[in-house]
């Protein structure tokens, strides 16, 4: 007979997976404004590429 648990993991379970904790707020204030930096170029290199693609396609396509 099976047990009525949940198919998931219980919520302590899921919050003591987080991030590693650092010693310093300054140092998670650097390292949150790094990942913003990086997600900022990430989101540009990906737009540049869809823009890259689109025309691509409309030459294709003989829309351009």
């Known amino acids: ?3 009525a648990r949940p198919a998931y993991p219980s919520r302590p379970t899921i919050i003591g997976r987080g ?5 310093s707020d300054s140092g998670d ?3 949150l404004v790094a990942l913003e930096e ?3 170029r990430l989101k540009n290199l ?3 590429r869809l823009r890259k693609e ?3 396609l409309k030459k294709k ?3 351009a």
């Open 54 to 56: 689109n025309a691509e």
């Open 29 to 31: 204030l650097r390292d």
């Open 19 to 23: 991030l590693p904790h650092h010693s």
């Open 46 to 48: 990906f737009a540049d």
């Open 38 to 40: 990086e997600n900022k």
């Open 61 to 63: 396509l003989g829309l």
């Open 1 to 3: 007979m099976r047990s």
